[in-house]
């Protein structure tokens, strides 16, 4: 009996321990697209041992298959109302990670059933590997995006290809965008409906060390029938949150003509822009294209550095 006390002490310690740490990890002002599916993915294993901690509380008498059941029934019931106790706080709360939470639920107590002294060897192999099996579907997509940080510093200086389908998780669009063959190379179509719908292409987290270089370059096609006013603009990482001065960041005011067009800015000129000192050339962060109303799709080629 005191044994069993015991274990149900530590195991709802435990719970309470990981449910308060998982809510007072401090969220950076700054959050990479990796560190936030990191912290994304840190609810699989803390609610993987929820649920074992759960297990431990039910039943000895129960069989193993109720136990199991009814811990992850409380585990996933913790991590629905963890979710919803930060609706009134900064985080937000959200369905990816209430599906993060079952599937660490749902790993943890295949480990359970499986270490279990009643499960016989060869059903022990066989959750073994279902468990793996699940971790490796929840460890995707920070296994992805890891995968784009590397092919983002393979590519540089070219900062926007197109040529690998990695390039499109720091992409974002306010129009679909529709990877394309022209001549034998890939290039971004953003197709605008009727009503000449704004384009804009932004690219977040560019690789950030642009010391050593001279020119930013932008290659794009235009299909529409008059020439169309463009903006480019560059934003390095201290101001890369909240809104910005319009004078504390490069921007430059550009048109481009029906057909290809091939802009080259000096770095210098971007370096210099901010009204009250120099831009960190080591901290670049952002690069966003913006058209106000084209009349045909905007295609982008590439975006490099010379």
């Not at 985080?91 to 599906?99: E, F, N, W, Y």
């Not at 639920?105 to 793996?132: N, Q, Y």
């Not at 009250?276 to 982008?300: K, L, Q, Y």
């Amino acid at each position: 009996m005191a044994e069993r006390q015991l274990n149900v002490i530590t195991a709802v310690g435990a719970i309470l321990f990981l449910l308060v740490a998982l809510h007072l990890v401090a969220i950076p002002d700054h959050q990479t697209l990796v560190l936030q599916q990191a912290m994304d993915f840190a609810h699989f294993p803390v609610f993987a041992l929820v649920a074992v901690g759960c297990f431990v509380l039910t039943s000895a008498r129960w069989s193993v298959t109720r136990r199991a059941l009814v811990a992850f029934v409380i585990a996933i019931t913790l991590g629905a109302l963890s979710e919803a106790a930060q609706f009134p706080t900064p985080r937000d709360a959200s369905i990816d990670d209430l599906i993060t939470n079952c599937l660490g639920a749902f790993t943890g107590l295949l480990a359970a059933i499986a270490f279990h002294p009643g499960t016989l060897a060869s059903r022990r192999a066989a959750l073994v590997v279902l468990a793996i099996a699940v971790s490796t579907i929840a460890l995707w997509p920070l296994i992805s995006i890891s995968h784009a940080y590397l092919k983002r510093a393979e590519r540089f200086p070219v900062i926007l290809s197109f040529e690998d389908e990695a390039e499109t998780v720091f992409v974002r669009s306010a129009t679909p965008v529709r990877i394309e063959m022209l001549g034998g190379r890939r290039y971004c179509g953003l197709l605008h409906a009727a009503d000449d719908t704004p384009f804009k292409l932004e690219i977040v987290e560019t690789e950030p060390g642009w010391t050593g270089y001279t020119t930013v370059n932008l290659r794009l096609r235009y299909d529409g029938d008059d020439a169309v006013a463009t903006m480019l603009r560059i934003n390095y990482r201290q101001q890369d949150h909240g809104d910005q001065p319009h004078e504390d960041r490069f921007n430059r005011a550009l048109v481009i003509s029906p057909g290809w067009n091939h802009i080259a800015i000096r770095l210098t000129d971007v370096f210099a822009a901010p009204r009250d000192r120099s831009m960190d050339a080591s901290r670049i962060s952002r690069v966003v294209v913006f058209t106000n109303r084209p009349s045909g799709p905007v295609c982008i080629d590439e975006i490099w550095l010379d």
